[in-house]
Nanobody, 114 residues
């Protein structure tokens, strides 16, 4: 069974930091590229960062230099360290594979106050 459980979101002031976590079921975590996605009301879900099983990373231009994606393959978890947060970073963050599977978790809300 595919499971994705995100956590770690919250309300933070601009310039602050958050660390998001995602627990994935083993059957999708192993050998897959994992990604963090952000959804803002009225907009399509966008890819923020990806990481391969071996640790190679890619970032959207909007977050480069401020965000770090990492994963713990032994624990089937992926993380997103977000620093120097801006109001534009706000949204619901989801993890999934890349390309995505049809199953999504509940997401975790990130709110950034200016």
């Amino acid at each position: 069974q595919v499971q994705l459980v995100e956590s770690g979101g919250g309300l933070v002031q601009a310039g602050g930091s958050l660390r998001l976590s995602c627990a994935a079921s083993r059957n999708i975590f192993r050998f897959n590229v994992m990604g963090w996605y952000r959804q803002v009301p009225g907009k399509q879900r966008e890819l923020v960062a990806t990481i391969t099983f071996g640790g190679n990373t890619n970032y959207a231009d909007s977050v480069k230099g401020r965000v770090t994606i990492s994963r713990d393959n032994a624990k089937n978890m992926v993380f997103l360290q977000m620093n120097s947060l801006k109001p534009d970073d706000a949204g619901v963050y989801y993890c999934n594979t890349q390309p995505v599977l049809p199953t999504w978790g509940q997401g975790t809300q990130v709110t950034v106050s200016s």
